[in-house]
């Protein structure tokens, strides 16, 4: 119901040293696997051989819309002899007339030979195999163009498909099956600035002109080769306005289990880009939509039969909504507090049951966060620091009845206040009987520090002796004396 709710409010590598003769010859102007070694399915081996060139007559981009860092980097990979484009989000995002936030590049020349090429370069990543090209102040991601896997020249070290998911992929190849490989048509075209031309091996630039969301192949093969594909699909279509093709949104909701094999922390990545990118809303009423939400946030499935549960779904609109008008401010957002209020209402389902084994409400609220964050944990790692700002805001609701005194002045000075207050007015929408506190809290902020005291009942700052001040208990523990050392003379 918690989640119908919602939609009714819309909808890594080892790699072993690869030597080069192991190489073998990426404004708008659209109106069951075994550990080893297994050859990708044909599936997913389109029959376009021969790619599409479109001019730039035809896809307007402009070069000048590209860091100069990116096209250096590819100009000096062509000088040296190899090919060398512009790929992936950066293309698909400027036909689609945005402005992408980094450069990736795709090359014929593998991770050695990239480093050869530039001085200022990194070799990074185990399950692909990556070069950063450090130009002036920016990163450039310079991948290889990676092949099929099919050869039976290739070792475990190289491809490795466990489970029907890719888990080490170091196989290098042409441009096509580098394209061919590539999750969405739109993410596979190719820009070549020299001539300033799009290659497209797979009709990307279709799919583009009519806003669709297509996957290269099989979609169910894609989606187990790597299933978070499935919250790729929904971020797209959510932060690009694009429309999933039927074959890529049917198979979606009978593969949302297979997300529990994705570690944890590559999970909170997904969210993070999920939630935080301006379109929070549109992508939980999507990842609802797919029943990913719950493989997501098991806890809050639990919570369904909550009395709260109308209160629980209109806050966490509310929620996403101000998450979305900070982005489009450029206002700051933090992972943290969207946590706050997605496991809210699971935190009081276990503080209710904690209350009742005779704790008092902080040993509850603190036993409660705990297991509750460790659970979370299991599905998606939510780093300390965002954990400890989730539970720093839940205890400090049971703090704001405090309004007189040393309690609210030390409430108003700790470095949490301010995202506490901003949980605090969103209960007070829903709950009206925190209203009256989140008023005071409210008009407080507009005082003057000399009001601010008198409105807490504390005496004015300069008949005040600092008893209000917290200081740091010194401590107890004594130098450690040196021992006496014998100076009389031997004899």
Not at 161 to 167: H, L, N, S, Y
Request: with cysteine; hydrophobic share 35%; charged share 25%.
């Amino acid at each position: 119901m918690y989640l119908h709710l919602i939609q009714l409010s819309v909808t890594t590598k080892v790699i072993s040293n690869i030597s080069d003769s192991q190489f073998g010859c990426y404004h708008n102007r659209f109106g069951d696997g075994r550990h080893g070694r297994q050859p990708l399915p044909a599936a997913i081996e389109p029959a376009i051989t021969e790619p599409e060139y479109i001019p730039s007559s035809e896809h307007g981009i402009d070069k000048r819309q590209i860091s100069s860092g990116c096209l250096s980097t590819i100009a000096r990979l062509q000088q040296a002899g190899y090919t060398a484009y512009l790929v992936g989000g950066a293309v698909r995002d400027l036909l689609l007339g945005r402005v992408p936030k980094d450069f990736d590049v795709a090359t014929s020349a593998t991770p050695e030979q990239v480093r050869r090429v530039f001085h200022r370069c990194r070799l990074i990543g185990r399950r692909f195999r990556l070069a950063h090209v450090y130009a002036g102040m920016e990163t450039i991601e310079v991948a290889t163009f990676r092949g099929s896997g099919n050869s039976d020249t290739h070792t475990e070290h190289e491809h490795l498909i466990q489970d029907g998911r890719i888990v080490r992929d170091n196989v290098f190849g042409s441009e096509h099956e580098d394209a061919v490989r590539r999750d969405f048509t739109a993410n596979a075209l190719f820009y070549e600035p020299g001539k300033q031309q799009l290659i497209d091996y797979v009709g990307g630039y279709t799919d583009l002109k009519q806003r669709r969301l297509r996957l290269i192949g099989d979609a169910q093969t894609r989606y187990r080769e790597d299933p978070v594909r499935m919250l790729r699909a929904v971020r797209f279509a959510s932060s690009r306005n694009l429309s999933l093709a039927d074959s890529v949104n049917q198979p979606i909701p009978k593969l949302a289990h297979l997300l529990s094999q994705v570690p944890p922390a590559r999970l909170f990545d997904e969210v993070c880009k999920l939630m935080l990118s301006g379109t929070a809303y549109k992508a939980t009423c999507n990842l609802v939509k797919y029943q990913l939400f719950t493989q997501l946030f098991p806890d809050i499935q639990a919570s369904i039969d909550s009395q709260h549960l109308l209160q629980t779904t209109s806050m966490l609109i509310s929620a996403l909504h101000n998450t979305d008008k900070r982005v489009a401010q450029e206002l700051p957002v933090t992972p943290g507090f969207l946590f706050a209020v997605l496991l809210w209402e699971p935190l009081q389902l276990r503080i209710t049951v904690l209350l009742k084994q005779n704790l008092n409400h902080n040993q509850a609220m603190i036993q409660a966060s705990q297991e509750l964050l460790f659970e979370q944990s299991r599905t998606i790692a939510l780093p300390r620091r965002f954990g400890a700002m989730c539970r720093e805001i839940w205890v400090m609701q049971h703090r704001f009845r405090h309004i007189c005194g040393k309690r609210a002045i030390s409430l108003f000075t700790e470095v949490r206040f301010r995202a506490a207050y901003d949980f605090l007015l969103l209960r007070a929408e829903q709950e009206p009987e925190f209203r009256e506190q989140a008023e005071w809290w409210s008009h407080l902020q507009t005082l003057n520090p000399e009001q601010q005291r008198k409105k807490m009942g504390l005496p004015p700052a300069s008949n005040n002796n600092g008893d209000d001040k917290v200081h740091k208990k010194r401590s107890s523990r004594r130098k450690r004396k040196r021992p006496k050392t014998d100076t009389a003379p031997n004899n």
